[in-house]
């Protein structure tokens, strides 16, 4: 992680090692914060920050979630983003905005409390690792239940929801795998700690929908939409676990891990052990995007200057 770049907070740039927060902060303790990850990419114009008004956007109903006011329009936040980037060092390549309810009681209603935020940018690079991204990962599913939508509102980015991808994450790197998938009360597929997922069968994609308890995630609409491009069906479903052991192919999406050819679940081989045709058409699809060679979707990255 990069140390040394500046972090927007409340207001102003600061010293990253300046960036701090009061132990009392309710956030903290309770996890009363909302977050967003977003990547910059290098494309054939400039750097360049993908589907930021997206972001942007969830960033702000994630708070309306759990009444968190921030005191600024999707405009004005991607803004602050921008200039947040400009102040760093150009090999950043991922920011993390985070507002959350500050200190000032310690019981749990933080309605009087005040908002804070703050936008750092740090280098990631290859979240799940660079030999992953080519040959894909090995997971596991997790013995840790994702909750409900009645337990917690999941289509949120609120920090406190995070507690129960921490524990699968753990688990599966205790267990040796790069990741977790977890099942819902009902004993289907939901998702990763971090990321939607898909299954590929008899050449048409699936993926759950937001009733399995999901994240609606940025990456997972990019490539639906891509996917449709292609001319493939796309359809959102309940998935069951034994339904991914013998899929054709099955990968994840998200900000930090992209693309994410999934080969090895519960020590089950998927498919032909490698990345699939379809996952590799998307992954290329994906990064043309990205790389902004795609005239269609130009819109989706906000050039920084
Ligand atoms: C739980 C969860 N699911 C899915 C995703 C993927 O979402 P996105 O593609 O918007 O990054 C993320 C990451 O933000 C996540 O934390």
Known sequence: MDSAGKIWMDGKLVDWDKANVHIMTHGLHYGGGVFEGIRIYETTRGRAIFRLRDHMMRFLDSAKVIDLNIPYTVDELCEIVKETVRANDPKVDYIRPIAYYGSGTVGLNPIKLPTRLAIACVYMGPYLGTDQQKKGAKVITSSWEKPSNRAAALNAKICGNYINSVLARLEAVKRGADEAIMLNADGNVAEGTGE?????????????????????????????????????????????????????????????????????????????????????????????????????YLSWLDFIG
């Open 196 to 296: 939607n997922i898909f299954m590929i069968k008899s050449e048409k994609i699936f993926t759950p929908g937001m009733a399995s308890g999901i994240l609606r995630g940025i990456t997972r609409d990019s490539v639906m939409q891509l996917a449709s491009d292609l001319g493939y069906h796309v359809e959102e479903r309940d998935i069951t676990r034994s339904e991914l052991y013998v899929a054709d192919e099955v990968f994840m999406t998200g900000t930090a891990a992209e693309i994410m050819p999934i080969v090895e679940i519960d020590s089950k081989k998927i498919g032909s052990g490698e990345p699939g045709p379809i996952t590799l058409k998307l992954q290329k699809a994906f990064s043309e995007v990205t790389r902004g060679t795609n005239a269609k």
